[in-house]
């Protein structure tokens, strides 16, 4: 569990976690689905960070190792994949480098649902899902999922998102109209974001590695927080360009190009809702 105190994290923690990333442009080893490798990849490269879609077992200790932080997605799993995920995180855990499991789909079928909670277990920094993905993958009553979308609220997820977190060790980042980042005892609520990005694929997975490039240069509660509302922004601020979910991915790389604390702060709102006492 995350010891840092995220009490007075705020919407200038978050644009100074960006100039952060931005200054150090991490280099994010993806293994993630086939569906959501190139708005993953133009997500990194416009908000500010360097993507490689990256799976072969052959090479991933040694990507790993030239890597600043690494995502896995079990979107489009299959036995080949597995052995690579699974290699990759060992590796990353051994160099201490952060990793992002993104479990979507995780509920719809036993190979998919065993695999997510091996890989929960295998010492990822930050879990980030939608809100039947992490109730499933807490075990949770009522998780529902449609395939790969979500049918619970956010909210439904919380109590799931925090004995998940505790459970796991991971920092949870539950995702949908109101986005939750919790340590299991401390829970950070993000506005922003549009009801047209999950009629946009992969917009999710996009954020998980976003989370990513964040997290290789800030502490993984601080991360996910400073991640969610950046893109949270940077979607809120797409969709007023926007008359459907269609040019969405564009537009929205075209504000993560550009987002700035201002756009942070316009678009986005991060509010302690749970704290530890000190
Ligand atoms: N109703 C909503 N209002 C505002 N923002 C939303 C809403 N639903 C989702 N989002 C935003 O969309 C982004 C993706 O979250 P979502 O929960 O849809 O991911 P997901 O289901 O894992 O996506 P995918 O599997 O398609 O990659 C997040 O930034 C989230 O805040
Ligand atoms: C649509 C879809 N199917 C498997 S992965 C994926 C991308 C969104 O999660």
């Known amino acids: ?41 133009n997500v990194l490269l416009a908000v500010g960070a360097s993507p490689a879609m990256v799976h072969a077992v052959e090479e ?11 995502v896995i997605n079990v979107g489009t799993l299959s036995p080949l994949w597995i052995e690579g995920m699974q290699r990759a995180a060992k590796q990353a855990v051994a160099l201490g480098k952060p990793w992002v499991l993104d479990p979507v ?17 295998a010492g990822p920094a930050i879990i980030r899902g939608n809100a039947s993905e992490i109730m499933s993958l807490a075990g949770a009553a009522g998780a529902g999922g449609k395939g790969v979308d979500s049918t619970a609220s956010s909210d439904a997820a919380l109590k799931a998102g925090k004995a998940l977190a505790l459970a796991s060790g991971a920092i949870v980042a539950i995702t949908g109209e109101t986005d939750y980042v919790t340590d299991g ?15 946009s694929t992969a917009l999710g997975c996009a954020l998980s590695a976003t989370v990513a490039a964040f997290a290789a240069v800030r502490p993984p509660f601080e991360a996910a927080v400073a991640a969610i509302a950046v893109y949270g922004a940077a979607g809120a601020a797409a969709a007023t360009r926007v008359t459907g979910p269609g040019h969405l991915p564009a537009e929205l790389c075209d504000a993560l190009h550009a987002v700035d604390a201002d756009m942070i702060a316009r678009y986005a709102t991060i509010r302690v809702v749970e704290e530890v006492n000190v």
């Open 185 to 199: 005892t401390q829970v950070v609520a993000i506005t922003g974001g549009s009801a047209l990005m999950p009629l």
């Open 60 to 70: 991933v200790d040694e990507f790993v190792a030239i890597s600043n932080a690494l």
């Open 105 to 121: 789909g995780c509920g719809a079928t036993k190979f998919r649902t065993d695999f997510a909670v091996e890989m929960s277990r």
């Open 1 to 41: 569990m995350s010891s840092t105190l995220i009490r007075n994290l705020t919407i200038s923690d978050a644009a100074s976690a960006l100039d952060a990333m931005r200054a150090t442009r991490p280099l994010v080893q993806n293994i993630t689905n086939y569906v959501a490798m190139t708005i993953s990849a």
